[in-house]
């Protein structure tokens, strides 16, 4: 007897998430307080919300750690900004818009005058590599 579509579906987003998790580094949340209640995350599992932070980290074109990150002023993502840039170049050459990569975005026309360098996060990106050599050493 043949699975369910659903049964299946849900079969392939557990393993997608746990492929996912297994690829991020970890980032602690070194002497952060959070309060449940007022953040609207009670009863939340904490490795959720410490996967959702992660991700903040992680470009959504290379999959890897942004180094100069750029915010999409329109719909307020963040990528690596080469990645960026050179996926928009390659849509353009081809004559079509190029769509925000993040996952569920709905923004179809990403243009370079959209893109704005993203100094918090690349500082918090510095910031926790610094917190995280410190603790290897």
């Not at 179809?108 to 993203?118: A, K, P």
Request: hydrophobic content about 30%; aromatic content about 2%.
């Amino acid at each position: 007897m043949r699975e369910p579509l659903s049964e299946k579906l849900s079969q392939r987003k557990a393993v997608a998430l746990t492929n996912k998790t297994q690829q991020l580094p970890f980032f602690p949340l070194d002497g952060l307080q959070v309060d449940r209640e007022a953040d609207g995350t009670e009863g939340v599992d904490e490795d959720m919300i410490v996967t959702q932070s992660q991700t903040n980290f992680i470009c959504p074109i290379t999959q890897l750690e942004m180094k100069k990150p750029v915010k999409n002023k329109v719909c307020g993502h963040t990528y690596e900004e080469e990645a960026i840039v050179r996926m928009i170049e390659s849509k353009h050459k081809r004559k079509k818009k190029a769509c925000c990569p993040k996952i569920g975005c709905s923004h179809t026309d990403v243009r370079m005058s959209d893109l704005i360098q993203d100094e918090a996060l690349r500082r918090a990106i510095e910031s926790h590599n610094k917190k995280k050599h410190r603790q290897s050493n």
